[in-house]
C-alpha cells in the first residue's frame, strides 16, 4: 500500500511540475496578424496615472471586435524583445534562407510572454486603450501590448513591446526612448547613390560612412527634404528599409528582399530623399540622416529594355528590364509596326549608334499594325510584362505579317495622369511565317540579316557569319539578352508547336537574362 502511495505521490508531483514548467516556457506559436489587418500605437501618453493609445484596423478588417491586454515585463525582457526584433529585421533587409528568417522568428516569438484569458474589450476609436497605471512605483515600466480581433469566423493576434516613464505625466513615451546624450554615427560625408539591380530592381547605397558596432540602421523614403517627425518604433513603420554594411566595399546597400520598397518609390514620379535612422542597443532611436537627395538613372530604352521575349500566333511573351515593383499595378502600350525603312535596319546592322534612336523614332510616328493600351500582369515578381502563356494576357492578333520583313516592338509604360515615371522602349525582328507566325528578335540565334547592299561587314568584328548562299546572316557583336524565341524547337518550315505555353514559361524562368 505504502509503495503505490507513494507512486501516485510521485506522478502527481511529476504533472504539477511538469504544468509549471510549461507554464514558464509558455511563449506564443501562431502566425502574427498573416493579414495585417492590426496596427498597433506607435505611441503611448502617459496622463494622470493612464497610459492611452489608438488600435486601428485596416478597412479590409469589417465586422471584428477588439481587445488588449497589458502583460508586464522585466527591463532585460524588453531590451531581449529589442535586439531579437532588431536582429531578425536587419537580417531580413538581405538575401537569406528562408529557414533561417522563420526560425529567428519563432525564436523572437518565444521570448515574448503569451497573453492570458484577460482581455479587455474595447472598440475601433480614438485612444481605444486605456491602461491605468497609477499604482507602480517605478519611474519605468515595461510591458507587452497585446491585441485579439474576432468576429464569427477568425481570431488574429497581434504585439508590441513598450517601456513607459511615468515619473512625468505628461512625456509621451515610445517603444525605444531616445536619448540626446548618445553618441550617434557620423554621415556628414555620406554619398547615396541610386542603382539599378540585376533585372527590374532598384537598390541604394551608400559610402563614406563608419558604422558602429551593435547598431541598426534604416531608410525611409521621402517625397521632401524636410526632417520627417518620426514617432514610435521604425519597426512600427511598414515602408522601412533595413540596410546592411558590406565591409569588402565599405558601403551600406538596401536589400534585395526589402529592396522592393525602394522600387515602389523609384517607379513612382516624385522626387526622392532619403532619411536614415539609427538605432542602438535597447532600442533608442535617431534620425542620424535626411534630406539626401537621389539622382535617377537612365532607363533602357532600346533592345537591352527586353528580355526572354517572344511573339507567335499561339503566345505572347514580352518581358522588360524597366524598374518595376510588384506593388505597382501599371498599364502600357504596345505597338507593332512594319519597318518600310530599310535604312534604319542598315544602320544597325553597321553598328551605327544612331540605328536605334532612328528606329525609335520612326515606331513612335508609325500607325503601326497593332497598337492598344494593355493591362501587364498584377503583382508579377518578375518584371513589367505581358504573358499570355501565363493564361492572364489576351493574345496579340498580328495575322497578316509576311515572311522575312521586320517589325519593330514599340512599348510605352502608362504614366497613369502623372502617377507614374513613363518608360519607352524599341526593338525589331525578323517575321518568319509558315504554318504559324513567329518573330524572330535581334539578338536571337535565329535572327537573320537581309542583304541591304554597301555593307561594310568589317566593321562587324565578331560572330560574321555566312550563309551558302554568301548572305550576311550576322548577329550583332555588343551582348544583349536573349529574347527567348530559341526556346521553341521549331524548324523554318512545317513544325508543329507542342505545349508553346508550358514550354515558353521554362525557358523564361530559366533564362532570366
Do not use: C
Not at 86 to 110: H, I, R
Not at 158 to 167: A, D, G, K, L, W
Amino acid at each position: 500500500m505504502k509503495e503505490k502511495l507513494l507512486l501516485k505521490i510521485f506522478l502527481v508531483v511529476l504533472v504539477l511540475l511538469l504544468i509549471f514548467n510549461f507554464a514558464e516556457v509558455k511563449a506564443y506559436t501562431g502566425e502574427v496578424d498573416p493579414k495585417q489587418y492590426i496596427t498597433l500605437p506607435v505611441s503611448l501618453t502617459v496622463s494622470e496615472g493612464k497610459v492611452q493609445g489608438t488600435i486601428s484596423l485596416s478597412s479590409d478588417a469589417t465586422g471584428y471586435n477588439i481587445a488588449y491586454q497589458k502583460v508586464d515585463i522585466t527591463e532585460t525582457q524588453f531590451n531581449n524583445l529589442v535586439t531579437k526584433k532588431s536582429e531578425l529585421e536587419n537580417y531580413m533587409a538581405g538575401v537569406n534562407e528562408p529557414t533561417t528568417v522563420e526560425q529567428m522568428k519563432q525564436d523572437y516569438y518565444a521570448s515574448v510572454p503569451d497573453f492570458t484569458n484577460s482581455w479587455v474589450e474595447t472598440n475601433n476609436s480614438s485612444n481605444n486603450v486605456q491602461i491605468d497605471v497609477s499604482e507602480y512605483t517605478d519611474n519605468k515600466i515595461y510591458f507587452v501590448l497585446w491585441v485579439k480581433i474576432s468576429n464569427e469566423t477568425d481570431t488574429y493576434y497581434n504585439f508590441n513591446n513598450y517601456m513607459i516613464e511615468i515619473e512625468n505625466q505628461d512625456k509621451s513615451s515610445r517603444a525605444g526612448s531616445e536619448s540626446e546624450e548618445e553618441e550617434w554615427t557620423d554621415f556628414s560625408k555620406a554619398k547615396f547613390e541610386l542603382k539599378k539591380n540585376a533585372g527590374s530592381d532598384a537598390v541604394i547605397e551608400i559610402s563614406n560612412v563608419t558604422p558602429k558596432e551593435g547598431s541598426y540602421y534604416f531608410l525611409l523614403i521621402n517625397n521632401n527634404d524636410a526632417k520627417p517627425n518620426i514617432t514610435g518604433s521604425i519597426f512600427d513603420y511598414p515602408n522601412k528599409i533595413g540596410l546592411s554594411y558590406n565591409k569588402d566595399t565599405n558601403k551600406f546597400k538596401t536589400g534585395v528582399t526589402v529592396g522592393d520598397e525602394v522600387t515602389k518609390n523609384v517607379e513612382l514620379n516624385q522626387d526622392l530623399y532619403v532619411t536614415v535612422i539609427e538605432q542602438v542597443s535597447g532600442g533608442k532611436e535617431n534620425v542620424v540622416s535626411y534630406g539626401n537627395k537621389l539622382d535617377r538613372y537612365e532607363e533602357p530604352k532600346y533592345h537591352d529594355a527586353f528580355s526572354s521575349t517572344f511573339m507567335t500566333s499561339e503566345a505572347d511573351q514580352i518581358v522588360t528590364s524597366f524598374t518595376h515593383s510588384e506593388k505597382n499595378d501599371r498599364k502600357m502600350q504596345l505597338k507593332v509596326g512594319k519597318i518600310t525603312d530599310n535604312s534604319i535596319l542598315q544602320k544597325i546592322k553597321n553598328e551605327d549608334s544612331s540605328g536605334f534612336s532612328d528606329l525609335l523614332n520612326y515606331a513612335k510616328a508609325d500607325n503601326g499594325i497593332y497598337d492598344e493600351i494593355v493591362d501587364a500582369i498584377k503583382n508579377s515578381s518578375y518584371a513589367l510584362e505581358y504573358d499570355t502563356s501565363l493564361g492572364k494576357s489576351k493574345l496579340i492578333n498580328l495575322d497578316g505579317i509576311q515572311n522575312n520583313e521586320y517589325y519593330y516592338l514599340y512599348i510605352k509604360t502608362d504614366d497613369e495622369n502623372g502617377k507614374y515615371i513613363s518608360n519607352e522602349a524599341v526593338t525589331f525582328a525578323q517575321a518568319k511565317v509558315s504554318t504559324i507566325w513567329r518573330l524572330l528578335f535581334y539578338g536571337t540565334a535565329d535572327f537573320e540579316w537581309a542583304d541591304f547592299g554597301n555593307v561594310n561587314t568589317n566593321t562587324i568584328k565578331d560572330n560574321t557569319v555566312k550563309d551558302d548562299d554568301g548572305k550576311d546572316d550576322t548577329v550583332a557583336n555588343e551582348k544583349i539578352p536573349q529574347t527567348g524565341a530559341n526556346v521553341f524547337a521549331i524548324t523554318l518550315y512545317g513544325a508543329i508547336v507542342v505545349s508553346i505555353g508550358a514550354i515558353s514559361y521554362i525557358g523564361y524562368k530559366k533564362n532570366k537574362f
